[in-house]
């Protein structure tokens, strides 16, 4: 549908600087160009009179033109009738077509001002219909009712914000509609997720509790088991408290941080993980400090949940790579994580930072997540005005984030990341 919206900020500012609105001197135009009209057609109507009393042969003709003259034309008056008494007669004889002349006179002029009034508003007049039927549709529950706007004065300033507004309802109801979707999508797969587990912790945990003939082994055995089912049941609820936080309308902290320092706790952070899955961690960073503007904890949620990924997924490539690199000219910096583990199918390239979506080889139940770790990576990579991408084929999967120095700089990040 094409968008009949347009701005209209300068209209505000122009119509708040006004004494006059722009609707009050168009009523005031309207209404002085239809005065000076109607008495144009007053005397119009007056002439055609006259001009047909003198053709019909009629006295008003010479009544009018004596009732115009000077005082001393009064005067040839009583004269020519012989004394006073004989012109008072004259004129009490005119007087009732005088009155009547004065009234019919009255009424053209009224008419004649309503009809030109009414010519020159009716454009004003269709836009307030169009405004009061719009209002009514969109009353009756039409959201996608948009009026038409026309003119630049405070009619169509009203049809302007009108859909403005409409178009923020309707915004907010397409949001609701789409939260409660993904709402019902966590539900699903929270419930389904967390049930699997839940049941073997349950179940091995009642196997030891009931079976006093388990060896200690066996027992050791099962109760590795459970605490190994139980910390996944931890992860998918961190992973749920975590995203229900970042989806939220954050109020980001940023400070000054020194990235290249902050990565390199990061990497350390994950040192036992790296050792437990036997991979290997090449990091290649630039020697020189890299500043940027940032808020360290949500950044930290970012990037830990990137080499998560990496870890999960990369076991079988035994090897992680991480670069950093800045781009003094651009104004940003750029981190890679490459992992050499199974390959994304082109199918999920495309989803696989959508919230909850797993892709096949993430849904067995040693990898499985939440489905809403990559999605917190990118919610955090947009709050700080950044961009994150991913590819995946033979040469490893490659995720890269790139981010502005500052939120100034942030018209430097490219649309796509090479």
């Known amino acids: 549908m094409h968008s009949l919206l347009r701005p209209y900020g300068e209209w505000d500012i122009r119509l708040k600087n006004s004494r006059w609105t722009r609707f009050q001197k168009d009523m005031f135009l309207y209404s002085l160009t239809s005065m000076i009209l109607s008495v144009f057609t007053v005397m119009a109507f007056l002439a055609i009179v006259v001009l047909i009393l003198r053709i019909t042969g009629g006295d008003e003709p010479q009544l009018l ?10 005067e040839n008056i009583i004269q020519n009738y012989g004394n ?10 005119y007087i009732p077509f005088l009155i009547l002349l004065i009234v019919a006179a009255t009424l053209v002029g009224i008419g004649s001002f309503l009809i030109y009034f009414q010519m020159f508003t009716r ?19 039409d959201l996608y009712k948009e009026i038409l706007v026309s003119g630049n004065d405070e009619i169509a300033n009203i049809a302007e914000k009108l859909n403005s507004m409409t178009a923020e309802i309707r915004q907010l109801i397409e949001s609701e509609h789409q939260y409660e979707q993904e709402k019902d999508t966590l539900i699903t797969n929270v ?26 082994e066996d027992k050791q055995k099962y109760v590795n088991v459970a605490y190994d089912k139980a910390k996944r049941l931890e992860k998918l609820i961190e992973d749920l408290f975590e995203f229900t936080k970042v989806g939220a309308e954050l ?14 706790q990061m990497v350390e952070e994950f040192y036992p993980s790296f050792e437990a899955e036997g991979l290997e961690c090449q990091c290649v960073m630039d020697d020189e400090d890299i500043m940027i503007v940032a808020d360290g ?41 490459i992992n050499y583990g199974k390959i994304i199918a082109p199918e ?9 979506y797993r892709g096949e080889a993430s849904r067995s139940t040693e990898t499985g997540g939440s489905g809403l770790g990559l ?33 100034e700089d942030a018209s430097s990040i490219e649309e796509e990341v090479e």
């Open 84 to 93: 006073q008494v004989v012109a008072v007669n004259y004129l009490q004889k």
């Open 297 to 337: 904890d949500l950044l930290a949620r970012g990037v830990s949940n990137l080499i998560s990924n990496s870890v999960k997924y990369g076991k079988d490539g035994k090897l992680i790579k991480i670069r950093l690199k800045k781009d003094e000219a651009k104004r940003q910096v750029s981190l890679e994580i």
């Open 251 to 264: 109020q980001i902290h940023p400070v000054e941080i020194d990235f290249k320092r902050f990565m390199e």
């Open 191 to 216: 419930a389904h997720d967390l049930r699997t587990p839940l049941t073997s912790v349950i179940g091995y945990l009642d196997l030891v509790r009931r079976n006093n003939q388990l060896s200690m």
């Open 65 to 74: 033109q004596n009732a115009s003259l000077s005082n001393s034309s009064s």
């Open 375 to 407: 999605a917190i990576a990118k919610k955090v990579v947009q709050l700080h005005h950044g961009v994150i991408s991913v590819k995946s084929d033979y040469h490893g999967t490659s995720f890269k984030m790139v981010l502005p120095f500052s939120k």
């Open 348 to 356: 999920d390239i495309d989803h696989i930072f959508d919230k909850f």
């Open 123 to 141: 454009k004003t007049a269709l836009c307030v219909h169009e405004i009061s039927a719009g209002i009514d549709e969109i009353a009756a529950g």
